[in-house]
């Protein structure tokens, strides 16, 4: 696998770009598929991932401010992590990221999605 890294001085720093996808993405990322059986990113709507811990903790508002700002400016970043069992999707990472969505009244989210059992299911419930 290759890497690189970019340097730019202050005087080059970049304030806005624009990234076009070939599939339509309301964050703006392209969608991929995994013939291998791993995670797949996805945009899924918001009302079909359930949050079955969502009460156990509440987020930091300031947090969620600063991902609204981030999100309005260069759309997500990092998926948030959710688990399909059955058809049904189930987040239990992103919290923060998921709220400011659902503040800025965006429809979707991209997810990695990860495909499990109920026995899966059950051991993050825990």
Not at 47 to 56: A, F
Not at 94 to 102: D, N, T, V
């Amino acid at each position: 696998m290759a890497s690189f890294s970019l340097h730019f001085s202050p005087a080059y720093a970049f304030r806005k770009f624009t990234v076009r996808a070939t599939q339509e993405s309301s964050n703006g990322a392209p969608f991929s598929k995994s013939n291998s059986g791993g995670p797949v990113i996805l945009e899924i709507p918001l009302d079909k991932i359930r949050r079955p811990l969502m009460r156990t903790r509440a987020n930091d508002p300031e947090k969620v401010e600063e991902l609204m700002e981030s999100i309005q400016e260069i759309g997500l970043q990092v998926p948030i992590d959710v688990l399909e069992v059955d058809g049904m999707y189930y987040g239990f990472s992103g919290c923060h990221r998921y709220e400011a969505h659902q503040r800025l009244g965006l429809p979707t989210i991209r997810c990695k999605v990860r495909r499990g059992t109920k026995e899966t299911l059950r051991h993050h419930l825990r």
